[in-house]
């Protein structure tokens, strides 16, 4: 009787492994044949580098790159005067991609995409490591890119991508060529400017939304960019990082255009060109902050103008009241403060009644708008939560001004 095995091979099923086709060995793609770059040649080797040009009237969407407006506003916000007067060759717009987004020592800038202002365009350059021996040499030709520059731009890059870069100098045992450099984090300002407007502040959404770029399906997205270079480092296929490249570079210039772009937005807030209202409040505000009372209150007022959600148009309208009463514009205060109490805020009722109490001595008034308050806050449709808040205040206040009465009653 024909054995099992003997059955198997009538059947014509291959039995034992050395005749199976062996697996095809991975292709190794260097990145050198994928794009337009060059070995560049440091005292510690070689590294891969990507260089482009483009002319200063480049747009980005609808913004172009060369920053062509003042920057005292951007640098009073960020703390820094040295960025007012800096001029554009001095800026440099940084990006990083990396092994990983936690950070810390283990992690790895394995392409450094760096933009700088030159005589006549903007240079785009990146510097890719191809295998973590080249670190050295991404270092210092990325040192030897940024030395006319006296400021970065980043976005996210005071949290993670210049930290990173410090660490792996230091590592290396070299000394951090930015220490001493002024530093623009684009996302910080970006979320005081968009953040109550915009759901999201991501730099691509930035990008698609307020540039009106849109990125081809070249792109890559960025959280798979670590997993991809450790795959090239396995395989030696480099044909996925194209995708990256594409990605650091619309980085780099979307941040010199956003910077454009954001530098015309608070130079000059009303000449017409910001189209929102809430976008009007916030720059507003950020004036607010900083102290410009005069501007602030002007924007504000423009931006009321325009509609904009209820519950905004309460915010900006006690921002502007409280604009008003510290530049001593008491009347506009007033206006405010009655058309607020009139549609039920707490805040107007209590700062008419403190107006009444200190600066008019007119207990009376003072305490009707305080009795105005307790009534609101009696009634049953009022939020728990605001008359937890509110209601012990009013109660103190409205002790102290019928002891307040009382006592001048007597003296009369």
Request: glycine content about 6%.
């Amino acid at each position: 009787m024909p054995s099992l095995s003997d059955r198997l091979k009538a059947l014509g099923v291959q039995l034992g492994a050395e005749n199976l086709p062996q697996e095809k060995a991975a292709r190794k793609v260097p990145i050198e044949s994928l794009l337009e770059g060059e070995l560049a040649v440091t005292p510690h080797g070689e590294v891969f580098q990507v260089e482009e040009k483009f002319p200063l009237d480049y747009q980005q969407g609808n913004t172009p790159l060369l920053l062509s407006s003042s920057l005292d506003l951007v640098s009073a916000w960020a703390g820094d005067e040295r960025i007012a007067h800096h001029t554009p060759q001095q800026f440099a717009f940084v990006d990083t991609e990396t092994t990983g987004l936690a950070g810390g020592s283990g992690t790895y800038a394995f392409m450094v995409g760096v933009g700088r202002f030159e005589e006549d365009h903007f240079h785009l350059a990146q510097f890719f490591m191809r295998d973590p021996g080249e670190e050295p040499a991404l270092l210092h030709a990325l040192e030897h890119f940024l030395a006319p520059c006296e400021t970065v731009v980043s976005f996210n890059g005071k949290s993670f991508d210049l930290p990173l870069l410090h660490a792996r100098y230091i590592t290396n045992g070299w000394p951090f060529p930015l220490q001493q450099t002024a530093h623009l984090d684009l996302l910080h300002l970006a979320r005081r400017l968009w953040r109550d407007r915009l759901p999201s502040r991501t730099l691509t959404y930035l990008e698609e939304h307020i540039l009106e770029q849109t990125r081809t399906g070249e792109d890559t997205p960025g959280y798979m960019i670590p997993e991809l270079y450790f795959e090239y480092l396995r395989s030696g296929d480099a044909r996925p990082l194209k995708g990256i490249f594409y990605h650091n570079a619309m980085d780099i210039l979307t941040l010199a255009a956003l910077t454009n772009h954001i530098a015309h937005l608070l130079a000059d807030p009303l000449d017409g060109r910001v189209a929102h209202a809430l976008d009007l409040a916030a720059i507003g505000k950020l004036n607010e902050d900083l102290g410009y009372l005069d501007q602030a209150a002007r924007i504000m007022e423009r931006s009321l103008e325009s509609s904009m959600p209820g519950e905004m148009k309460s915010q900006v309208m006690k921002r502007l009241s409280f604009v008003h009463k510290r530049r001593g514009e008491m009347p506009l205060a007033l206006s405010l403060w009655w058309q607020a109490a009139a549609d039920r805020e707490m805040y107007a009722h209590e700062e008419l009644a403190k107006h009444f109490e200190h600066t008019e001595k007119n207990y009376a008034e003072a305490l009707r708008w305080t009795q105005a308050a307790l009534a609101i806050l009696n009634m049953p449709g009022t939020p728990f939560v605001e008359k937890i808040q509110w209601k012990p205040l009013f109660e103190h206040r409205q002790a102290r001004l019928q002891d307040k009465l009382e006592r001048h009653s007597d003296k009369e």
